[in-house]
T-cell receptor, first 113, second 113 residues
Framework: DQQVKQNSPSLSVQEGRISILNCDYT??????FLWYKKYPAEGPTFLIS???IKDKNEDGRFTVFLNKSAKHLSLHIVPSQPGDSAVYFC????????????WGAGTKLIIKP | NAGVTQTPKFRILKIGQSMTLQCAQD?????MYWYRQDPGMGLKLIYY???????DKGEVPNGYNVSRSTTEDFPLRLELAAPSQTSVYFC????????????FGQGTRLTVV
């Protein structure tokens, strides 16, 4: 069963506009969420994280929003830049998974010039 | 600063062969991880280690073994390779727990034929 779902396999956004990547989870025990970015032929790199005690965390152009009641989080990138073209993974952890990360399948973001 | 180094980058194995994927980090991180990523899927944890001499199973440990004799090295052993082990393997390390930023190697693309 997929406990972390990224329902959009790909997303295309115009350069300079906002990119919104979504992630849904089913396990109410998850209490920490992370976003990673991955370029082809490279390993993932950490982007931003959020604890369940918060509903928003911001780092420069990247903001993550957490809606616990809906079991939904989103990553906003504004403004989008060509270098943001990559696959974005959402990952979650919680006490019942022994705090191991459970990863979504990823969303491929394409920034159009 | 090399970060996390994985070798080899590519490998083709015949069914029933064995091999060791090497992973080394130079950041003095306590935590190290092995993940596999199948096409269109998120990363799945195979094994992890919280320090030298301590290892534990992740979500998909069957068919693999690990050891952690030093802080720097965390090799992954595949015994009796099977086609189901065809995947991209990532090694990662972090200073603290799963919830902190992890640094990934470039990955090993393994094909079992």
């Amino acid at each position: 069963d997929q406990q972390v779902k990224q329902n959009s396999p790909s997303l295309s956004v115009q350069e300079g506009r906002i990119s919104i990547l979504n992630c849904d989870y089913t396990n109410s025990m998850f209490d920490y969420f992370l976003w990673y970015k991955k370029y082809p032929a490279e390993g993932p790199t950490f982007l931003i994280s959020i604890s369940s005690i918060k509903d928003k965390n911001e780092d420069g152009r990247f903001t993550v929003f957490l809606n616990k009641s809906a079991k939904h989080l989103s990553l906003h990138i504004v403004p989008s830049q060509p270098g943001d073209s990559a696959v974005y993974f959402c990952a979650a952890s919680g006490g019942d998974s022994n705090y191991q990360l459970i990863w979504g399948a990823g969303t491929k973001l394409i920034i159009k010039p | 600063n090399a970060g996390v180094t994985q070798t080899p980058k590519f490998r083709i194995l015949k069914i029933g062969q064995s091999m060791t994927l090497q992973c080394a980090q130079d950041m003095n991180h306590n935590y190290m991880y092995w993940y596999r990523q199948d096409p269109g899927m998120g990363l799945k944890l195979i094994y992890y280690s919280v320090g030298a001499g301590i290892t534990d199973k992740g979500e998909v440990p069957n068919g693999y073994n690990v050891s952690r004799s030093t802080t720097e090295d965390f090799p992954l052993r595949l015994e009796l390779a099977a086609p189901s082990q065809t995947s991209v393997y990532f090694c990662a390390s972090s200073l603290k727990t799963f919830n902190t930023e992890a640094f990934f190697g470039q990955g090993t693309r393994l094909t079992v034929v």
